[in-house]
């Protein structure tokens, strides 16, 4: 597997974006039961599921169990620098290491990388926004693989599988060198 993260000058760091606490895979928390529990695990206390959800997605809100960064499909589709969609799963899956949603009907058509909550202020542009308490974000059922609708470019393995925010943040710094020139051509 190649690693694709960028390395050298202008790479973040991981001081700068902490990992802690991320949980280890546990073959025992890998089975699909115990994922829908651990996301559920994010609704009010009380709250159950809607199971009959139009189209196999549940609505359910971001805090301390996961977050989600949005980045736009032109960040994303610059940064993996190919927009077809099973090179694009790929290169999502080898570079961010963790699960990552896709709204291909959404403004912007929009990517979701679930990561875990930081304490942070967030500092990159609005093609990569973070979102925490107060969001609710679409999840779509594990079995949703897309490419139409709310479904998973890359599903969680197990239960706490979360993309490392500084790989998430590369991945973003890396979608935003590959803009810039586009942006000098178009005279932006």
Request: hydrophobic share 35%; with cysteine.
């Amino acid at each position: 597997m190649t690693d694709h993260r960028p390395t050298g000058p202008g790479a973040l760091s991981p001081a700068a974006y902490p990992t802690t606490g991320l949980p280890q895979y546990d073959p025992r928390q890998s089975s699909p039961q115990a994922i829908r529990e651990w996301l559920a695990s994010a609704l009010p206390a009380g709250t159950k599921p809607d199971r009959n959800a139009p189209a196999g997605v549940t609505l359910l809100p971001l805090g301390e169990a996961v977050t989600a960064v949005r980045m736009s499909a032109r960040l994303v589709h610059a940064a993996a620098r190919t927009s077809d969609p099973a090179e694009l799963a790929d290169y999502l899956a080898q570079t961010l290491l963790g699960p990552v949603i896709h709204e291909s009907a959404g403004t912007g058509r929009p990517y979701y990388a679930l990561t875990p909550h930081r304490q942070r202020e967030w500092v990159l542009p609005g093609d990569a926004a973070y979102l925490a308490t107060g969001t609710w974000l679409s999840f779509p059922d594990l079995d949703r693989r897309g490419p139409k609708g709310v479904h998973w470019v890359t599903p969680p393995r197990y239960r706490g599988d979360l993309c490392r925010i500084d790989h998430v943040c590369e991945f973003i710094v890396q979608g935003l060198r590959g803009l810039a020139p586009a942006a000098e051509r178009d005279g932006r």
